[in-house]
């Protein structure tokens, strides 16, 4: 089964890619470049990738730092930093990257169809849910419908197997699967360690504990 991941070197996507490769998909990971202000996601990306020795397409879309405004993109916004869980989603707010999963996932169909795949994953989970509309079930069914259409293929698919579960649950299903969870990489600030204070740190953390498994990552704070 020929798959295409959208894959950012993320705990989400990494996890997913073990449980596709487990199910016996030949996984084709795509990590994409949107102007993020720093690299070391996609530097897990390709770690990960050379260490299963997979075929890893890199696609840089960095112009598109000046549409998608975002304090992951926008040198002018601030990371904001997560003092309390009570002020976590509100500070999740600057982090939406507008659009950003229908972007890539077009991008990935596209691929898809060039390689003869049928299957398009990316790695939302159900804890993205009320923040981020690109991430929702409602979301993937109706991009699905619209890919099936977009490439005449009835039999085109995109999913996300985690939207109906909490990052928590994908940590016990990654833990399970013997994921190199310290490659990973989630921080918002991009500096040598993660920074443990942004919400993508505080999430990370929260499911580790939640799911009782140890967390190998090295925090600043």
């Known amino acids: 089964m020929k798959s295409i991941l959208i894959f950012s070197g993320g705990l989400d996507s990494t996890t997913l890619l073990y449980k596709l490769q487990h199910e016996g998909h030949e996984v084709f990971p795509m990590t994409f470049l949107y102007g993020q202000k720093h690299c070391k996601e996609s530097e897990s990306a390709k770690e990960i990738c050379q260490n299963l020795t997979l075929s890893h397409k ?13 304090a992951l993109t926008n040198p002018n916004i601030s990371i904001p930093a997560v003092p309390s869980s009570a002020q976590f989603y509100e500070t999740l707010k600057t982090t939406v990257v507008p659009n950003r999963n229908a972007i890539f996932l077009s991008i990935g169909a596209g691929y898809a169809q060039s390689i003869g795949a049928k299957n398009i994953f990316f790695a939302a989970h159900y804890s993205d849910r009320g923040m981020y509309p690109d991430c929702r079930e409602e979301f993937i069914s109706a991009f699905e419908n619209m890919t099936k259409l977009s490439l005449g293929d009835d ?42 204070r942004c919400s993508a740190c505080r999430e990370r953390k929260t499911a580790f504990k939640e799911a009782n498994v140890t967390d190998p990552t090295e925090y600043s704070e």
Request: negative net charge; proline residues 5%; hydrophobic residues 35%.
């Open 58 to 70: 890199v696609i840089d879309l960095s112009p598109l730092q000046t549409v998608l405004d975002s």
């Open 155 to 196: 039999d085109a698919s995109v999913s996300s197997p985690f939207a109906t579960i909490k990052k928590s649950e994908v940590v016990k299903i990654g833990h399970s699967l013997n994921v190199p969870f310290e490659l990973t990489w989630s921080c918002y600030e991009g500096k040598h360690r993660h920074c443990g």
